[in-house]
């Protein structure tokens, strides 16, 4: 496979070269094309120059790869830096430890798992993820479709210093959470929300600003529920919710939107997890702690329960495991007899 002439095309009908190819590498290409020229042999591409590098490919799409780190946690670690060396250098206290510990007598459990995320919890490191994008956007690069200014949610009139006043995660909290209890909307759909965001602003390279956020979270919670949820609201649900925005709006927002994302709408299992612990990092980096309830004795039975039907099927497929190692002796039928030493 390595083998240069085996594993390659030529470049006429070979894919283009990657745009993320450095000039020192076009160059290079050039110049072995025109020296093969001169020979009887023509120049053949290697397959490694026509593959995306990994590096490049991680780097790019993180909510594609597990091992990708997240953009919104990336952004969050300035301002969390800040604030610890700001209360170190001031000498400000923590004030009093409001955290449960576990001891001898009494356990506490946290009623937030990757599988059943809690809601109320989960918007808010979501919105808090956001509000960071936001925050620490790098430009105010956006498409007309999502200017608020250009197609507005509501009747009210659109502040003059709209696209200058960064929003307060109290205000973004609280537009998720009112799209979030009309719809009836799950938690594990605003995981998949975040995902779909930062999607977005890695295909279009876009960013998250005061003039578009409405607009860009409303698209993803809107193709969120639809591919993660069984029963998916209509577009028309959403204008009950937005009592001023029409269905012609919202289906051309949505139409933009999967273009965007070039209609990639899988998100593996591995990186709604990576998002989920990403997100539980970014709450305790915040100080947004996740309701701790003592362990009683009916959910002591049910993880009981849970830990040995676990135990009973990994007991089942050993089991099995070890009976098709033993097949082979049952169908060759080798016996074992005493050595006769003579």
């Known amino acids: 496979m390595g083998n240069t002439v085996s594993c390659c095309v030529s470049p006429e009908s070979s894919p283009k070269v990657p745009s993320r190819l450095t000039t020192e590498r076009l160059v290079e290409l050039q110049a072995s094309t025109e020296a093969s020229d001169d020979t009887s042999v023509p120049y053949l591409q290697h397959i490694s120059d026509r593959e995306v590098p990994d590096e490049l490919a991680l780097e790019s799409n993180p909510s594609d790869h597990a091992r990708a780190n997240t953009i919104f946690l990336n952004k969050s670690q300035t301002d969390v830096r800040d604030k610890r060396k700001s209360n170190h250098t001031n000498h400000v206290s923590p004030g009093l430890l409001s955290r449960k510990y576990s001891s001898c007598s009494t356990i506490f459990i946290d009623d937030n798992t990757v599988s059943q995320p809690n809601l109320k919890n989960t918007i808010k490191c979501v919105t808090l993820a956001i509000y960071y994008h936001i925050k620490n956007r790098d430009s ?8 608020e200014k250009l197609h507005p949610l509501s009747k009210e009139p659109v502040p003059d210093d709209y696209s200058s006043v960064d929003p307060e995660h ?173």
């Not at 105010?140 to 200017?147: A, G, Q």
């Not at 591919?227 to 919710?241: M, R, S």
């Not at 009592?243 to 999967?258: A, S, W």
């Open 140 to 147: 105010n690069k956006s498409l007309d479709i999502f200017d």
């Open 170 to 342: 109290r205000l973004i909290y609280r537009f998720v959470r009112t799209l979030f209890s009309a719809a009836q909307l799950t938690a594990e759909c605003a995981i998949v929300t975040l995902v779909y965001l930062e999607r977005l602003l890695t295909y279009a390279e876009l960013d998250i600003c005061p003039a578009n956020w409405k607009r860009i979270v409303l698209g993803a919670i809107l193709l969120a529920s639809k591919v993660w949820d069984d029963q998916a609201v209509w577009n028309v649900d959403y204008c009950q919710i937005l009592k001023d925005i029409t269905v012609e709006d919202m289906n051309e927002m949505e139409r933009h939107f999967l273009e965007l994302l070039q209609f990639n709408i899988n998100v593996p299992a591995s990186v709604y997890a990576k998002y989920y612990f990403d997100l539980r990092q970014l709450a305790d980096d915040n100080n947004l702690s996740f309701p701790l309830e003592p362990l009683n004795n009916q959910r002591a039975q049910k993880l009981e329960a849970i830990s040995r039907l676990c135990e009973d099927k990994y007991k089942d497929l050993s089991r099995a495991a070890m009976r098709r190692s033993l097949s082979v002796d049952n169908l060759i039928g080798v016996r074992h007899s005493n050595a006769v030493l003579s």
